[in-house]
């Protein structure tokens, strides 16, 4: 994988959860189809190719790493003002 390819991570954040957690991630290619995907269910994307970096090595259901809440907060924040 060359540090350039493109890298998405989808999160999610139910009631339950203690924090946001990975719920998908995709480099490449299957980066394209991620994001159609995201715009054919009304999902919101947030471009951030140093967080995508940072997330896309957790796994998939792993939790977000502490040291990243501030700047995913930033982001829900965000995403909650577009809806």
Avoid: C, H
């Avoid at 991620?34 to 190719?49: F, G, R, T, Y």
């Amino acid at each position: 994988m060359t540090q350039n390819e493109l890298k998405a991570v989808a999160l999610r954040y139910p009631d339950w959860a203690d924090a946001p957690y990975i719920s998908a991630k995709a480099s490449g290619e299957l980066v394209k189809r991620m994001l159609k995907i995201a715009e054919e269910n009304d999902v919101p994307v947030v471009e951030n190719a140093e967080m995508a970096e940072v997330l896309s090595i957790q796994n998939i259901g792993q939790y977000i790493p502490e040291e990243t809440y501030s700047a995913i907060a930033m982001v829900f924040a965000f995403i909650a003002k577009l809806g």
